[in-house]
């Protein structure tokens, strides 16, 4: 599992998911937009997405290792 959370989510927002990301040692990274994490799941405006295939983590991990703050 990884995290994507949107670069234009609120400051308190990006504090919360990134603690329970650290306390859970779940890698995350910060990037986009939430317009942007919206669309890319069909949704509205997004401030944070959980990836749980595995696989498609480790893809996302491999194309952007620099944006990741934990490791897997």
Do not use: N, Q, T
Request: hydrophobic share 40%; with cysteine.
């Amino acid at each position: 599992m990884c995290v994507v959370i949107a670069g234009d989510a609120s400051d308190g927002s990006k504090k919360m998911y990134s603690d329970k990301c650290k306390y859970y040692e779940v890698p995350f990274m910060v990037y986009a937009d939430r317009e942007s994490l919206g669309k890319a799941v069909g949704k509205d405006l997004r401030s944070a997405l959980a990836v749980k295939d595995e696989g498609l983590c480790r893809s996302i991990m491999k194309a952007a290792p620099e944006l990741f703050e934990e490791e897997c």
